[in-house]
């Protein structure tokens, strides 16, 4: 009897399973997504500082990761293909001859007359003509770039201009010269763009903006992981 009323229950069916509550759809947020030039555009742009008198500079962060960006911050680095030196990758010509009253390495050595450190770079400069005991003439130091950027006399070994462009990329990979002349070279090219800074990395040497922003935004979040 157990067995056949085991088997009538079986055929009775369950109840209906009680209905699901009433819930409202999520409505789907979807976040804008960026560009990624503008976004290392904002990350190079919040770096730029303005004080009350309206004088740009930069945060300490920011020529840290220029120095890695150009040399991996190597001071004795040297672009065999553009002669670009030290940790900032200056331009023998343009150290001489920055322009936009940033600081040259006439203007250091100008300085600091007795720092053996320049010694031999001064010797060839008597030796090509130039009398640094009255000071170079503007005319003069354009003729000492001119020198300097004159690929095939440059390259003539022996020459003056060989013996000048070799004296002062050895300057140029003392970090102290290299970074005084690197970050004046910067500012400079910054107030002359009144605080765009897209506009001063062209300048600087970089026609490559976008590429260049990329590269300074990446090290600036590695210096910051670095913290």
Do not use: C
């Not at 009255?134 to 095939?152: C, I, N, P, Q, T």
Request: aromatic residues 6%; hydrophobic residues 30%.
């Amino acid at each position: 009897l157990d067995l056949e009323a085991a088997e009538r229950a079986q055929d009775v069916p369950l109840p209906p399973p009680p209905p699901k509550p009433d819930i409202e759809p999520v409505e789907e947020v979807v976040l804008p997504s960026r560009p990624v030039s503008e976004v290392t555009k904002d990350i190079v742009d919040a770096t730029v500082i303005q004080d009350e008198e309206g004088n740009f500079n930069v945060s300490d962060s920011f020529f840290d990761a220029i120095k890695q960006v150009e040399s991996s911050n190597d001071a004795s680095a040297i672009n065999t293909t553009s002669g670009a030196t030290g940790l900032y990758q200056l331009i023998p010509s343009t150290a001489v001859k920055p322009g936009y009253n940033a600081t040259s390495l006439l203007d250091i050595i100008a300085d600091d007359p007795d720092n053996t450190l320049y010694t031999e770079f001064k010797t060839l400069l008597t030796e090509a003509g130039y009398d640094l005991t009255k000071g170079l003439s503007d005319a003069e130091h354009v003729d000492l770039a001119k020198k300097l950027s004159d690929k095939s006399k440059r390259s003539t070994k022996g020459s003056i201009e060989n013996k000048l462009y070799k004296s002062v990329q050895k300057v140029l990979q003392n970090s102290d010269v290299n970074e005084t002349i690197g970050k004046n070279y910067l500012l400079a090219h910054l107030r002359r763009h009144e605080g765009n800074m897209s506009d001063a990395l062209k300048s600087y040497g970089d026609s490559d903006v976008e590429g260049y922003r990329r590269k300074i935004a990446g090290a600036l979040r590695n210096l910051e992981q670095e913290e």
